[in-house]
């Protein structure tokens, strides 16, 4: 009786926070009522364009950089196509509005409260902290991730940044699963998780380089008879994990645009400001951007979105 009334406490914290958090955003998401971002208009935009039968397709051409230059223009050849899928669901279910978009990314940015209340409380459990300190740790942790700000809105405002949130974070605690144990359905999770994460933003590549350098440290760690098993165990299915979400869409990419980069995602190093993001006549190129002169470049270089794959 007592293991079955732990265990219901136990899911009692993380389910409270998830409810919390639910709350929250759906009273932030009701005082927006259209999409206030470009971001958010195009992944809607496509959502809507997907339930109608006519593809991931979009009635706007957010860039120039890649071609082909007409309307409607296949979507995603700079962005990612998570955010459309996660507000599809809904819409598919509620109807094709912008409130049913918004429950998609409530829903899904409300796990960030449960998921930081488990890494705090992991974090605290390796401090060998008091029980009592680690449950107010924890639980504190999960009630700011559930309130603050800069969450709040991401999930208002369906957008890449909310995907992305959840799946980095997800990413990382089972990447520390991986590494302490490694193992193939592990891997395959984590791979899994990378995937989905780079579908949302493509910044999860850093957290792909991230997890191959912690592996290969603890590979040199391993005793050399068992480097070859550990590296099977750890490696391989992370990586059979990650190129089965991510193949069928670096082909559909191929097919078309003719490429699996993204076209515009050099350029945007390039940068001066940021409306240059949607240039026609005078694309961003490096020698524009050498022009300016060290202290100009290095001023810019704080700018939103200046140096790095703008809202990929």
């Known amino acids: 009786m007592v293991a079955v009334r732990d265990r219901a ?62 309307l409607p223009k296949p979507a995603f050849e700079l962005w990612m196509p998570m955010a459309t899928f996660m507000v599809a669901l809904p819409m598919g279910i509620l109807g094709a509005t912008f409130g049913a978009a918004q429950l998609g990314s409530v829903l899904l940015g ?29 639980v504190s942790s999960g009630i700011i991730a559930a309130v603050i700000g800069p969450f709040v809105i991401a999930a208002a405002v369906p957008d890449s940044t909310t995907p992305f949130l959840i799946l980095g974070t997800a990413s990382g605690i089972v990447m520390a699963r991986q590494l302490q144990r490694p193992g193939w359905l592990v891997g395959l999770g984590l791979g899994g998780l990378l995937g989905l994460a780079y579908l949302s933003r493509q910044e999860a590549a850093y957290l792909g380089v991230c997890f191959a350098l912690l592996a290969l440290v603890a590979l040199r760690a391993a005793p050399v008879g068992g480097r070859r ?22 082909l559909r990419q191929l097919s078309v645009f003719g490429t699996l980069f993204p076209g515009q ?34 001023a810019i270089s704080w700018m939103p979105y200046s140096t790095t794959w703008s809202r990929c």
């Open 9 to 70: 406490l136990a899911w009692a914290v993380p389910a409270g926070l998830f409810m919390l958090a639910i709350a929250i955003r759906s009273a932030a998401a009701g005082l927006v009522t259209f999409p206030t971002n470009e971001g958010s208009a195009a992944y809607v935009g496509v959502a809507q364009n997907l339930l109608e039968g006519r593809g991931l397709v979009s009635d706007a051409i957010w860039s120039y950089a890649t071609p082909p230059l007409v």
């Open 229 to 250: 098993a550990f590296f099977g165990r750890t490696f391989l299915p992370t990586a059979i994990g990650g190129l089965a979400v991510v193949t069928p869409w670096l």
């Open 110 to 138: 409300a796990a960030i409260a449960p998921l930081t209340w488990l890494v705090a409380r992991e974090a605290t459990g390796r401090m060998t902290l008091p029980a009592g300190r680690r449950t107010a740790v924890a």
């Open 265 to 298: 995602a050099l350029e945007n190093a390039y940068l001066s400001r940021n409306e240059q993001i949607h240039a026609y006549l005078e694309r961003p190129t490096l020698g524009s951007l050498l022009a300016q002169g060290p202290g100009t470049m290095l």
